[in-house]
Structures are given as C-alpha cells and as structure tokens.
C-alpha cells in the first residue's frame, strides 16, 4: 500500500494527501515532521536526506518533493481525473502548480507571522509588506480565473493543487485581502471538493 510520511497541518504534505484521495489510491499516512520528531531519524534520512516531509513509499519507489508526488500520483493512479494525456494542456496546469512555491515568498511570513508568532512578538510593518506583495500575486490568479473555473482552465487539474493550499491559508490571516472577487469564488469551489475540505480547509496551525 502506498505510504505517505508527514504531518497534517504541512500544507506540502496537504497538497499530497488531497491529491491521493482525488484519484482514489488508498494509503497510509505516517506522522513525521513537527512536533512528531522522525524526520531526522537515520532510516528517514535514508529515505529523505533533506529531512523534510512529505515522502512517499510506493511499493520499492520513495519520493519526496510534494510536487513530483503529486505528478507521480496523477500518472499512476489518475487516468481520466487528474492526468491530462495532452503534453500542451498538461504543461498549462503544471506551470500554475510549480508557480504556486511563488507565492510562499510573502505568504509564508504571513503565516509564520499571524498563526505562529505570538501578537507581541510579531513585525506589523514587515506583515504589510508581505501582504501588498501577496495582493499582487494573487492579482495575477485573480485575472486566470475571470473566465474560467479552475486554474487551468474548464477542468479542475493538478495546477489547482498546487495552488489551493495556499488560498486556505491566504483567506484565514486576519487581513485585508483587496478586491479578488474571482479568487474568492475560486476558494468556495475549492471548499465544495471533499478531499479539499478534508485535508486543507483546516483551522491553521
């Protein structure tokens, strides 16, 4: 049975676990990372020399990076759901999910500053910046999708895995997000999938 290694609130081990249920493969989950330690265990570290999650074991293959993972599992277990056989359309999804790790530039200081830094302790002026950069990416999503339901297009694909992990978290931080009205729409079809209300559309921490 395929195994996935990592910890829940990981948005990394979200996307891989969101993406598994969207093509149904049956696994087991291994707490890893965080609080759970393990990570940097020798027979991790074997597995994962970077000793980071998420890492996966599919029969005798191990791999690690959430978004080969989740390209992996789409190819394996995803014919007719998330692959896409078209090498152009495939491409047009997969660029939106790699330019996804973009938006951890200023939305990952905006959780580490809002959720895990204590209110006393948190930079006001550089969360502000943070958020003005995130508003101007998010503006260039926001303009994807003026005609379109998913990322990517008519269909929901792998590039909308990518980058829905992120529009959770962005939609949570106690801020002043802009007028992004097609973004928002975008986050309520995001919430009516199960495996996306499963797995990402969770409380931050």
Not at 39 to 44: A, F, L, N
Not at 130 to 144: G, N, S
């Amino acid at each position: 049975m395929l195994k996935i290694w990592g910890r829940t609130n990981s948005s990394n081990v979200q996307k891989v676990l969101w993406a598994a249920d969207e093509v149904g493969a049956k696994y087991e989950r291994v707490d890893a990372g965080g609080a759970f330690g393990v990570v940097k265990e020798p027979k991790y570290l074997a597995m994962n020399p970077n000793g980071l999650v998420p890492t996966i074991e599919d029969g005798d293959l191990v791999l690690w990076e959430s978004n080969t993972i989740v390209r992996y599992l789409a190819a394996k277990y995803g014919k007719g759901t998330l692959w896409i056989d078209d090498p152009a359309r495939r491409g047009a999804a997969e660029k939106w999910m790699d330019w996804g790790f973009t938006l951890g530039g200023p939305n990952g200081p905006l959780f580490w500053g809002y959720v895990r830094t204590p209110p006393e302790q948190r930079d006001p002026k550089a969360l502000e910046a943070h958020r003005v950069k995130a508003i101007e990416l998010w503006t260039i999503v926001d303009r994807q999708l003026a005609s379109q339901p998913w990322i990517a297009g008519k269909d929901f694909s792998i590039g909308d895995i990518g980058l829905g992990v992120f529009v959770h978290r962005w939609h949570q931080f106690p801020i002043e997000r802009g007028n992004l009205p097609n973004l928002a729409g975008y986050y309520e079809r995001l919430k009516a999938r199960p495996a996306y209300a499963r797995h990402v559309a969770l409380p931050l921490t």
